[in-house]
């Protein structure tokens, strides 16, 4: 059956059941233009940005809080499948089953890459897309940023991705590894640790977290394709939102991003603006939404 929902305030929660048999966990609350926030981590969920960020959405979108098959509150697939062909039509589905003729995306950091995949896959579904924090492409990020930083915190030199004689994810894991040892890899997204000690408590309050889709994501190679290349190509309006001190992703990150339609829009922030420095990317987010005339 389909569920038309009009642009007024709105407070639902539901499972959607995909194609292949998947329950996700959806909730639609707010009014105006629906907006789907996609999570990234891969695997964060979408509770966090509710709760910190979720009552400014509310007043400007219909925001569609959904967690990723194999993530949080949603289920995991039977048959593992995890490609980005198929979470972009776990998106769609959504879409459809909640009525929506098309909608708007806002996404963060590894949410960006799956913002491509479904751009590419469903170009008239999304009207528009917010970056908030994005990489589209693992690869720069993490040896033009990344690992040059995390090194540099921990007093080592990094030779490069080139000259490296470890894998990626294992130099990645090692780098991680030490900065946890040092208590320093806060350092890494945010400006001081209180706030990352505040993010990582919002775990504790869904029971039984799915983390499948975070263990499973990065072994899929279309992951890690450069997605950069294929911003030219899309001529929807992006707000691309990014962090002078987000090493995460790295602050020059933005400078192969070419969206044809394109606010980009540089804060004094680090990986996650909608825990510090959210007055600004409030800012970002009314300016696109009246730059674009999307409708309350």
């Not at 959904?66 to 949080?72: I, P, S, T």
């Not at 198929?86 to 769609?92: A, N």
């Not at 008239?124 to 917010?130: D, F, H, I, L, N």
């Not at 983390?211 to 499973?216: K, L």
Request: net charge negative.
């Amino acid at each position: 059956m389909l569920i038309v929902i009009s642009y007024s305030a709105i407070a639902e929660e539901k499972k959607v059941i995909t194609t292949d048999g998947v329950e996700l966990f959806v909730k639609i609350e707010g009014k105006g233009t629906p907006c789907l926030y996609i999570h990234g981590g891969p695997g964060s969920g979408s509770y966090w940005f509710e709760k910190f960020f979720g009552d400014f959405m509310e007043e400007h979108f219909t925001m569609i809080y959904l967690d990723q098959r194999g993530v949080g509150r949603s289920g995991s697939p039977e048959n593992k499948d995890y490609s980005i062909e198929r979470m972009s039509l776990d998106f769609e589905e959504v879409r459809k089953s909640l009525g929506f003729e098309d909608w708007l995306t806002i996404g963060h950091s590894f949410g960006g890459i799956l913002q491509m995949g479904y751009a590419e896959k469903f170009p008239e579904a999304q009207k528009g897309m917010m970056m908030i924090n994005c990489t589209l492409y693992l690869n720069e990020s993490f040896c033009e940023s990344w690992a040059p930083k995390a090194s540099e915190f921990l007093g080592e030199n990094y030779i490069g991705c080139a000259n490296d004689s470890l894998p990626m994810m294992e130099r990645m894991n090692k780098l991680g590894s030490k900065l946890r040892e040092k208590d320093i890899f806060w350092k890494m997204a945010y400006s001081k640790k209180e706030n990352e000690e505040i993010m990582n408590s919002t775990w504790g309050q869904v029971e039984n977290w799915n983390y499948d889709f975070g263990n499973a994501a990065l072994s899929y190679e279309a992951y890690w394709q450069n997605f950069l290349d294929n911003t030219v190509k899309i001529d929807i309006p992006v707000l691309f939102f990014y962090g002078s001190s987000d090493w995460m992703v790295g602050p020059e990150h933005y400078k192969n991003v070419k969206f044809t339609n394109m606010l980009l829009w540089e804060s004094e922030v680090g990986h996650v603006p909608f825990l510090e420095n959210t007055n600004d990317l409030k800012k970002a987010i009314k300016t696109f939404k009246i730059k674009y005339r999307f409708e309350s």
